[in-house]
C-alpha cells in the first residue's frame, strides 16, 4: 500500500461528490425552470394579441422579481457565474483585482454609449442622484441584471414557447426602430426575439386597437385633432429615368388627444353662435374688432404696498431664481427661501394622453390638401358625411365645433378655404 492511495481514495469521493451536488443542481434547476415556464407564474405572453397596455406597463424590474421568486437557485447561479472575476477577487493569472471606477469595461461602455433599449433599463434600475463611485456600481449590478434576465429569458423558451415576455417586448422595439429582417431572424434564432411573423401580428393587433380607439374617441366630439407635413426620401436600388428624380413624397402625419379640464359636449356646442359672428358670414352682425391694448384689461394689474405690479414681482421673482440657479455659489443656499410665483389663473397640469393617426398620403401644402387632411383625420375618428354614409353610431357634428391645431400656415389656408 503506497502513500498515494489514501490521497486517491480522498480525490475519487470529492470526485463522486461533486458529481452528485453537480445532479442536484442541475435537477433543482431545471425543475425551477418548469415552475418559471407555467402558465400561472406570469410569465406567459401573446404577442399575437399584443396591447398597447401591455407595452406601457411592463417593468423589467418586475420580469426580475417573478425570476428570483420562481427560480432562486437558477438566479443565484446566473449572479454568481456571471460575476465570477469579482466573485473570486482574482483573474486566471492570479493576480488580484482591484476594483476601480475607471475599469476597462466602464471605459467600453463610454465609448460607445447605451443604446435607447439597455440605456433606459439601466437608468430605471440605478438612482442618478447617489455618488459617481455608487452610480457606477449600481450600473454594474443594472447590467449584470440585465444580462440574467436575458439568459433566463432563453431557457425558459427553450422549455416553454408561450413563455416568452422579453423575447416579444424585444421583438416590437426592434420593429419600432427599423431593424432589418436578417438582424430579427439572426436574434430569433439565438432565442433573444419572437419571429417576424409574429412581430408582424403584434403590429397588426397593435393597428386594430389603435383605429378602434380612434373612432371610439372621435365619435365621443371631444377629441381635439392636429396634423402636419413630413417629407420621406424614398431610396430605390434600381435607378430608372422616370423615377431618378421623384424619389421624394410628401405626406402628411395627425394626432388625436381628448380634451381635458371637465370639457363638456355642452362646452363645443356653439357652432351656430361662432358663424353668427364669422366674418364670413355675410349676414353676421360683427362686433367692433379689439386691439392689443384690450388684452391689459383682462387681469387688472394693481400695485402692492410695495409700489410693486403683479409684472414686477414676476420680474424680480425670476432675477432672484436666475441668480440661485446660475449666479455664484454663495447664492445657492437661500433655494429653499426661495417661494414658487404668485399664481394669477393656473391651468391644472394633467397628462395627455396622445394617439397618433395614420400617416395620409396627401400634401397639405395646398388649401385642396388641408381640406383633405381634415377629412381624412374626421374619416379615422368615425365621423364623415352622413348624406353619403349610413351609419346610426355616427353622430351630427353639425352643432358642435371641431378643434384642429396646426402651423401658421395651416391656418391660413384653412382661412382661405372657408373663404371659397
Known amino acids: 500500500m503506497s502513500l498515494s492511495d489514501p490521497v486517491d481514495d480522498v480525490l475519487e469521493t470529492l470526485h463522486t461528490l461533486s458529481n452528485w451536488a453537480t445532479d442536484i443542481t442541475k435537477d433543482i434547476c431545471a425543475q425551477e425552470i418548469l415552475n418559471l415556464t407555467a402558465k400561472g407564474s406570469g410569465t406567459h405572453f401573446d404577442v ?21 421568486n420562481y427560480a432562486p437557485v437558477t438566479w443565484n447561479l446566473l449572479n454568481s457565474m456571471l460575476s465570477a472575476r469579482t466573485q473570486s477577487g482574482r483573474d486566471h493569472d492570479g493576480d488580484v483585482i482591484m476594483e476601480t471606477s475607471n475599469s476597462d469595461e466602464e471605459a467600453y461602455w463610454e465609448e460607445v454609449g447605451e443604446g435607447d433599449l439597455e440605456g433606459s433599463l439601466i437608468s430605471s434600475l440605478a438612482n442618478n442622484t447617489e455618488s459617481e463611485r455608487t452610480k457606477l456600481q449600481k450600473q454594474r449590478a443594472a447590467k449584470t441584471l440585465l444580462k440574467k434576465i ?14 416568452n415576455t422579453l423575447q416579444s417586448l424585444l421583438g416590437m422595439f426592434l420593429q419600432s426602430t427599423h431593424t432589418p429582417q436578417k438582424v430579427i431572424e439572426t436574434l430569433e ?29 372621435g365619435r365621443s366630439l371631444l377629441a381635439a ?13 434600381e435607378h430608372k429615368i422616370e423615377n431618378s428624380t421623384e424619389t421624394l413624397k410628401h405626406l402628411t402625419s395627425g394626432l388625436m388627444f381628448p380634451l381635458q379640464h371637465n370639457v363638456s359636449k355642452e362646452d363645443l356646442r356653439c357652432s351656430e353662435v361662432l358663424w353668427k359672428m364669422s366674418p364670413f358670414n355675410t349676414r353676421a352682425e360683427l362686433p367692433p374688432k379689439k386691439g392689443w391694448a384690450d388684452l391689459l384689461v383682462l387681469h387688472m394689474d394693481t400695485p402692492d404696498d410695495t409700489g410693486l405690479s403683479r409684472r414686477d414681482r414676476f420680474n424680480s421673482w425670476k432675477f ?6 446660475y449666479g455664484p455659489p454663495y447664492f445657492s443656499q437661500f433655494r429653499d427661501k426661495l417661494r414658487e410665483p404668485e399664481t394669477i389663473e393656473a391651468i391644472p397640469i394633467t397628462r ?9 398620403d396627401i400634401s397639405n401644402s395646398t388649401v385642396t390638401g388641408n381640406i383633405q387632411s381634415i377629412v381624412n383625420l374626421l374619416q379615422q375618428g368615425g365621423i364623415e358625411d352622413p348624406a353619403v354614409v ?24 384653412l382661412q382661405s378655404a372657408q373663404q371659397r
Open 320 to 325: 432672484l431664481s436666475d441668480l440661485i440657479s
Open 352 to 360: 395627455m394622453p396622445i394617439v397618433a393617426t395614420s400617416a395620409m
Open 390 to 413: 349610413d351609419d346610426p353610431g355616427m353622430p351630427d357634428i353639425s352643432e358642435y365645433v371641431v378643434l384642429f391645431h396646426g402651423d401658421l400656415g395651416t391656418g391660413e389656408r
Open 48 to 68: 399575437t394579441h399584443i396591447t398597447v397596455k401591455q407595452l406601457e406597463d411592463f417593468r423589467v424590474a418586475e420580469l426580475a422579481i417573478i425570476m428570483e
Open 189 to 217: 434564432r439565438m432565442g433573444i426575439s419572437v419571429s417576424v411573423n409574429a412581430i408582424l401580428s403584434g403590429t397588426q393587433s397593435l393597428a386594430a386597437q389603435t383605429h378602434q380607439h380612434l373612432r371610439s374617441l
Open 225 to 237: 385633432y392636429a396634423y402636419d407635413n413630413f417629407d420621406v426620401d424614398l431610396k430605390t436600388h
Open 150 to 163: 436575458t439568459v433566463l429569458s432563453i431557457m425558459m423558451r427553450s422549455t416553454n414557447q408561450r413563455s
